[in-house]
């Protein structure tokens, strides 16, 4: 949900997020800071810094070979 300079807040995915992911009611969607919000959200966000480094990954492609 990152947004550049100038974009305007992407008010339809986090209302998704907070309604539908979570299930928040509208009450307890609007009183939450950003803070909050970007916390419940966070184990559902992938920003990357949970992929494997490539040795990692080449590690795991020489012990789980591609069957062919």
């Excluded at 209302?15 to 184990?43: C, H, K, N, V, Y």
Aim: glycine share 6%; net charge positive; no cysteine.
């Amino acid at each position: 949900m990152a947004s550049r300079a100038g974009d305007a807040f992407p008010w339809d995915e986090a209302m998704a997020a907070g309604f539908g992911l979570l299930r928040l009611t509208p009450d307890a969607f609007w009183r939450l800071s950003p803070r909050e919000f970007a916390q419940a959200i966070r184990p559902f966000v992938r920003d990357g810094r949970d992929a494997p480094s490539r040795a990692a990954l080449d590690r795991l492609l020489q012990r789980f070979p591609d069957a062919r």
